[in-house]
């Protein structure tokens, strides 16, 4: 089965039960927060916007650009890149649910017509070649096993000298035996991510995709105290699907600190040119 097709363990099943606890937990976005340092005292929706304005800084668009929002969630990352830069922005996803609540938005349709939101598969991807002016993937390519594929959509519907902007986690070193690949065996089954790939594959994938890896930051200590409040929202997601939770449960849920404690487990802010 790939995470296009129905059913219950694919990816759009997950987001189609979990989005409405998610953007409970997270400020209405589905991704980390990130804070200055342990003294920054940013709300969960202050320092999740904070994230996605990080993302749009990198991609410094232009007044009236397009630019694509590679598994857009809730909407709001895109909303809120279109209003603070004057751009148009185009979100898919695979969640039919999210594509329902996005598009909900009081912000599409409206004259401006900055935002529009589709269901669609990143590895699939129904636009036109050159068709945008930069893209942003925030936390949705950790979903994707067919990565290559993914990004060579994203590097076909870019305009050459276009940005595409990524958030997410990557494996830091080799991934040995252990404790440690336990953990991230059993986070990537819990969440449906793919196997965690490296900031070198990463690079091998871009240049594939006709893509330049320009720039990284790992900001993996400033987005660290979102593994607390994502354990907390799966805890209290769990217990409305399921009402009682045994102890396998409340595991699950911590499991997810866990992985982000482990040395192996990186996040970064990666900016590719398209060539
Ligand atoms: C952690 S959420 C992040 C959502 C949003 N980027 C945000 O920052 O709020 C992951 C997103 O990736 C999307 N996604 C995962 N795999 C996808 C695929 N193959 N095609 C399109 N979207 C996908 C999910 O539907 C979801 O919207």
Redesign the pocket.
């Known amino acids: 089965m790939t995470?296009?097709e129905p059913g219950t363990n694919t990816?759009?099943s997950?987001?189609d039960r979990l989005?409405d606890a998610?953007?409970a937990a997270?400020g209405?976005?589905?991704?980390f927060g990130y804070w200055d340092d342990d003294r920054d005292r940013r709300s969960i929706e202050q320092a999740?916007d904070r994230?996605?304005d990080l993302v749009a800084e990198r991609l410094a668009p232009g007044v009236g650009g397009r630019l694509l929002?590679?598994?857009?969630?809730?909407?709001?990352?895109a909303v809120r890149i279109a209003r603070e830069h004057e751009v148009h922005v185009t979100?898919?996803?695979?969640?039919k649910h999210?594509i329902q609540l996005a598009g909900a938005r009081p912000e599409v349709g409206e004259s401006a017509g900055q935002v529009a939101f589709r269901?669609?598969?990143?590895?699939?991807l129904p636009f036109p070649e050159a068709s945008f002016d930069g893209a942003?993937?925030?936390?949705?390519?950790?979903?994707?096993a067919?990565k290559a594929a993914?990004l060579g959509h994203v590097g076909r519907v870019l305009r050459p000298g276009a940005r595409f902007v990524v958030?997410d986690f990557f494996l830091d070193g080799p991934q040995t035996p252990g404790e440690g690949a336990e953990v991230i065996a059993a986070t990537c089954e819990l969440l449906?991510f793919a196997p965690l790939a490296t900031l070198e594959a990463y690079r091998g994938l871009l240049d594939q995709a006709g893509m330049k890896l320009v720039e990284v930051t790992d900001i993996r200590a400033n987005i660290r105290r979102s593994y607390t409040v994502t354990s907390a929202a799966f805890h209290r997601a769990l217990r409305a699907l399921l009402g009682e939770l045994g102890p396998e449960h409340a595991a699950a849920a911590r499991l997810f600190e866990q992985f982000g404690a482990l040395p192996q487990v990186g996040y970064g802010l990666f900016t590719a040119v398209r060539l």
């Open positions: 995470a296009s990816v759009s997950l987001y989005t998610l953007t997270f209405d976005n589905i991704h999740t994230l996605t929002d590679v598994g857009c969630g809730s909407g709001r990352p979100g898919i996803s695979i969640s999210q269901a669609a598969d990143a590895t699939r942003y993937a925030i936390e949705s390519l950790v979903h994707m067919d993914a958030a449906r």
